[in-house]
């Protein structure tokens, strides 16, 4: 009988081990190519499974954690313009109490007046990030974040968490703001506002003049703190991301 590699026993065990190396060369040159232990469900179905299902939610984590990193700047935006803000309505307020002062030039003031009026609509203005605002009433019932994302959606209760800004705030100071703590002191201290200006505040209405500041300032000082409280637990979340 003529002897062939389909009879040839140790050539055929021979065959076999080559196909054998040739296999196992590529499962490794797969491996470093792809730098993955399993690259493919062929490898390990079970392993490949889990390790798809991880990369998945890194990805989605990876995600979650750029739209935080925004978020902190949305509102570490919006912090700074109020903040500025309160500065300039506190010089607003020394303004007010001035005109009850005899040596006051109130005409002199009330152009500095209506200059810090003007730089409070730039500072709202200006407190945008990426076309976002949470100064100008544009976001009146404010923003949401995803702060983190569920492993696997398929599983009953499986939700996603989420962080709000709370509502937005009008810092708008001008006679068709919507926030009428910032309307009224339009009204009292701008040389174009319903009050007068100015001039029109005399002893017996300094008070009511200065509760009007104040009231001002307090809208201005609480989304200050709205703001800030939601960034903190904003840059409190990322570290967990």
């Given at each position: ?161 989420t962080i709000s800004t709370g ?75």
């Amino acid at each position: 009988m003529t002897t062939s590699v389909l009879t040839n026993t140790g050539a055929m065990i021979a065959l076999q081990k080559l196909e054998m190396v040739n296999n196992s060369l590529n499962k490794v040159q797969n491996q470093v190519s792809s730098g993955l232990a399993v690259s493919s469900a062929s490898d390990d179905a079970a392993t490949w499974v889990v390790s798809t299902t991880m990369n998945a939610n890194i990805a989605s984590l990876t995600q979650v954690g750029q739209g935080l990193g925004n978020a902190a700047s949305i509102l570490g935006t919006a912090v700074s313009g109020a903040t500025e803000i309160a500065s300039i309505v506190a010089q607003i307020r020394a303004a007010v109490t001035s005109t009850q002062d005899p040596a006051t030039d109130v005409a002199a003031t009330q152009a500095q007046v209506d200059q810090l009026v003007g730089q409070i609509n730039a500072a709202v203005t200006s407190s945008n990030f990426n076309g976002v605002n949470l100064l100008n009433g544009t976001n009146a019932t404010g923003i949401s974040f995803l702060a983190s994302t569920a492993n696997n959606y398929t599983v009953t209760g499986a939700t996603s968490t989420t962080i709000s800004t709370g509502n937005g705030a009008d810092l708008t100071t001008s006679g068709a703001g919507t926030n009428a703590a910032m309307t009224a002191l339009y009204n009292l201290v701008g040389s174009g506002g319903s009050g007068g200006g100015l001039k029109a505040i005399t002893g017996a209405t300094i008070a009511a003049a200065l509760t009007t500041v104040d009231t001002a300032n307090q809208a201005v000082e609480n989304a200050a703190a709205q703001f800030g409280a939601v960034q903190s637990n904003i840059q409190s979340q990322q570290t967990f991301v």
